[in-house]
């Protein structure tokens, strides 16, 4: 007599797998029209039909479900930037300004969940669990890895901030990249964010400024800066 083993998840797996992805949804949902302070575990329930006790046993918690949602979004950024990457654009440089526009549009695709990312969602979160730092530093990597391409291997690392960014990428597993390049994309990353943040919060349209030209300045100075 044989028998068969199951090789993928039974129905109550996909059931249950079904049902946190519809409350993930529904989640994202209120994140859009209210931000991180609107996001109700019992508000989720009604909306999908359940009670809030048997919401709990999806998500333990709010904190819980951010979390998913976090995660979800830094692989979504992610993975954004990976095809821009390995689309075909010509040398490295315009590789790089082609993930430098696809961070862009993601962010502005959907400003609630870059926001979420960028932002201490509510008091006692806790933004910098392992979880989140290792989600990050995926979306992270892609950049270094197309930075790295043009790389100058004897520019500096500035001053002031040698052993911290060593000691980053000793914790990170940053590996095959020049300390200079990871510095100098911290620094890009720090500037894409502040202009990506002023954009999605309306801040270039109320001065009547188109930001796409900074973007492009930003990625010919990064690139003259290697």
Do not use: C
């Given at each position: ?68 949602l ?7 950024l ?54 989140l ?63 990506v ?30």
């Open positions: 007599m044989t028998t068969e083993s199951r090789t993928g998840p039974g129905p109550r797996d996909r059931f249950r797998a079904q049902v946190r992805e519809e409350v993930k949804a529904a989640a994202l949902r209120q994140l859009a029209d209210g931000g991180p302070e609107a996001l109700s575990l019992n508000a989720v329930a009604k909306q999908l039909g359940m009670t809030g006790p048997a919401l709990y046993r999806y998500f333990a918690n709010r904190d819980s479900l951010l979390t998913e976090v995660v979800d979004a830094y692989s979504a992610a993975a954004a930037l990976a095809h821009a990457a390995d689309a075909p654009a010509g040398d490295d440089t315009e590789r790089l300004a082609s993930v430098v526009r696809a961070y862009r549009a993601w962010a502005r695709t959907e400003p609630h969940r870059y926001r979420l990312l960028f932002r201490a969602p509510f008091k006692g979160y806790d933004a910098h669990s392992d979880r730092v290792e989600a990050a530093q995926r979306a992270m990597n892609v950049v270094l890895n197309v930075a790295n391409a043009p790389a100058a291997p004897d520019t500096a690392v500035p001053e002031g901030a040698r052993v911290q960014v060593r000691e980053w990428m000793e914790r990170r597993g940053v590996e095959d990249v020049p300390p200079a390049v990871a510095s100098r994309t911290m620094m890009l990353w720090a500037h894409l964010h502040g202009l943040s002023l954009e999605i919060e309306d801040n270039f349209a109320s001065m009547g400024i188109d930001p796409g030209p900074l973007y492009e300045a930003e990625v010919g100075e990064f690139t003259r800066g290697l």
